[in-house]
């Protein structure tokens, strides 16, 4: 007489049902270890969106950066600049690329209007900056390649700026000096915003440092404030994420070739830092998953040997199974059935308490909490694999038992 699937779950929840408190104790390890899981991969799957929407908001994840090496040792020789003609030789080389921008900082810029002086950074940029930091004008326009050929004595501003040194007026086709240059405002960008939505590891408005920028044609900063009338740093746009490590690669070659084997600068790409931060994930989420893992195989052990003890009482219930017609394999499957349905249960107690306090968890961590049904699917699996695992062995016992010896148990 073969017992059914059905048949035995309906076992396995009646057992439960009988032994409430044995039950109880026998999950609770589960349900802790499962919990454990959950909060430890919405932890790390928080902390990748938080990243990537960073990334996504700095530019996005095709932007390649160029900047000073500061781990090259400049006594070796060689600058970490560029001149205009190794620029547009850059260029050239990379047609491929869907936008690049040079920059040339003045760092100790002063902008002053009717006696108010705003210190900040101005920025001597081409058109493509735009594309670049994926940043809009908010009102008039940006530098425009007619303003590059004619260097005029035109700026952008951002934000804080417009709004500290205007204080709320209008400053539209107004007049600023920039260190005693006269320049027109010519456009307002877009008040960059960006809030960690669990309420933040910064304080405040983390893009706020770019609102604080001003943007002047890159020919006029070269002319009246370059020095060297070179710029010290590019942005690269690939035009989808797999081009930006290839061009990545070959913006390397390119500034080696350029600077003669010595590497000044550092070639840095969104793209890169993803996959390292992908990474660096995996590995963490592998290391607390191992961490969680411990308690459910603590809840494996004892799960093993409470049915271990339950075959034990159920020995003479057993033993007639076999006599009236069950096979081995049935009652293996019987008891299998019951430990997976004992671990899976705890499984599903344990995702319901664990995205029950993420909330809680993400509140006190400061930091967003994200569950997907990727997570949910693994802890349900880890869960159902403990019962496999640790059910096989008092299953294989049960199974095994020899029904004349099990009739005469009392």
């Known amino acids: 007489m073969a017992i059914s699937l059905s048949e035995s779950l309906h076992i396995g929840f009646s057992d439960i049902m009988t032994r409430k408190v044995r039950s109880a104790v026998t999950i609770l390890g589960i349900v802790l270890g499962v919990m454990c899981i959950m909060v430890v991969l919405a932890i790390l799957s928080g902390m990748n969106a938080t990243t990537l929407s960073w990334m996504e908001e700095s530019g996005g994840i095709n932007k390649i950066e160029v900047g000073r090496n500061w781990d090259y040792d400049f006594s070796k020789g060689g600058y970490a600049s560029l001149d205009m003609y190794e620029v547009n030789r850059i260029r050239e080389l990379i047609p491929e690329a869907k936008a690049m921008n040079p920059t040339l900082h003045i760092w100790d810029a002063q902008l002053s209007n009717k006696g108010t002086t705003y210190d900040g950074p101005c920025l001597g940029v081409m058109p ?230 993420l909330d809680l968890v993400g509140k006190y961590l400061k930091m967003p909490m994200v569950a997907n049904p990727s997570m949910i699917m693994t802890a349900l699996l880890v869960s159902v694999g403990v019962g496999l695992v640790f059910g096989i062995a008092p299953a294989i016992k049960a199974g095994n038992l020899d029904p004349v010896v099990a009739l005469r148990e009392e």
């Open 128 to 357: 493509d900056f735009q594309i670049a930091e994926n940043w809009q004008i908010g009102r008039g326009r940006f530098i425009n390649l007619l303003d590059l050929r004619e260097s005029s004595n035109v700026i952008v501003l951002g934000s804080s700026v417009a709004r500290d040194l205007f204080a709320g007026k209008d400053p539209m086709g107004q007049n600023v000096s920039l260190n005693g240059v006269v320049f027109q405002v010519i456009g307002i960008m877009e008040e960059k915003v960006w809030m960690n939505e669990a309420g933040s590891m910064w304080s405040g408005n983390a893009m706020e440092y770019l609102n604080q920028r001003s943007f002047i044609p890159i020919s006029v900063a070269m002319n009246k404030f370059g020095g060297d009338k070179k710029v010290d740093g590019i942005q690269v746009i690939a035009h989808n994420p797999t081009q930006a490590l290839a061009l990545q690669q070959k913006l390397k070659g390119i500034l080696l070739n350029i600077k003669r084997g010595k590497e000044v600068f550092r070639v840095s790409s969104a793209q890169e830092d993803m996959m390292q931060m992908e990474q660096n994930a995996k590995i963490f989420s592998m290391i607390f998953v191992m961490i969680s893992v411990i308690s459910l195989l603590v809840g494996g052990i004892v799960i093993m040997n409470i049915m271990l003890a339950s075959i034990k009482e159920r020995t003479r219930e057993i033993g007639v199974r076999i006599a009236v017609g069950a096979r081995r394999f049935d009652i293996f499957i019987q008891f299998l059935v019951q430990t997976v349905l004992v671990t899976g249960l705890g499984g599903v107690l344990g995702i319901v308490l664990g995205c029950a306090i």
